[in-house]
């Protein structure tokens, strides 16, 4: 039973953060909308990953073929809507960028502890597979606390 209410940091089943703030300003990057600060090489691993995958997913718009996070800014952030297309597609690339600096200057935790399931200092998420999409499911209540809390605030800030 003990064993089931600890998890192992190097364990890529989960994704583990921080309640915190990026060092940058984001507009596009969805992943620098959240206050959810990776903690572990996996979920750091995992970030990129996604990364790369909304990255190299490609949409039209106007004349221009642009990558996932421009194409989603675009439907759903006003800010960007009023942005020239050229000006959305350089500032996702700046966005990126830093991302990637900050995810590389995180201080993580050691791929050979423990935490307790339970935890209320670390949000933490249960990935699952389906098909070609991984899915993050709050592995606690503090977590599902908090997701649904930034859920809300995310949706304010686009309004």
């Not at 004349?63 to 959305?88: C, H, R, S, W, Y």
Request: charged fraction near 30%.
């Amino acid at each position: 039973m003990a064993d089931e209410e600890i998890i192992n940091l190097d364990d890529i089943n989960y994704a583990v953060y921080k309640i915190g703030e990026w060092e940058n300003h984001y507009e596009i990057n969805q992943i620098g909308l959240s206050r959810e600060i990776p903690v572990t090489k996996n979920t750091i691993d995992h970030i990129k990953f996604s990364m790369d995958e909304i990255r190299n997913t490609k949409f039209s718009i106007s004349d221009k073929t642009v990558n996932g996070f421009v194409a989603i800014a675009m439907q759903l952030n006003p800010k960007v809507q009023e942005m020239e297309l050229e000006d959305a597609i350089a500032l996702e690339e700046t966005e990126y960028q830093n991302i990637l600096s900050e995810l590389e200057g995180l201080e993580i935790l050691g791929d050979d502890g423990t935490i307790p399931l339970q935890s209320d200092e670390y949000l933490i998420y249960k990935l699952e597979k389906d098909c070609h999409v991984t899915t993050s499911i709050p592995a606690n209540e503090f977590t599902q606390k908090f997701y649904e809390s930034e859920l809300k605030r995310i949706e304010d800030a686009l309004d």
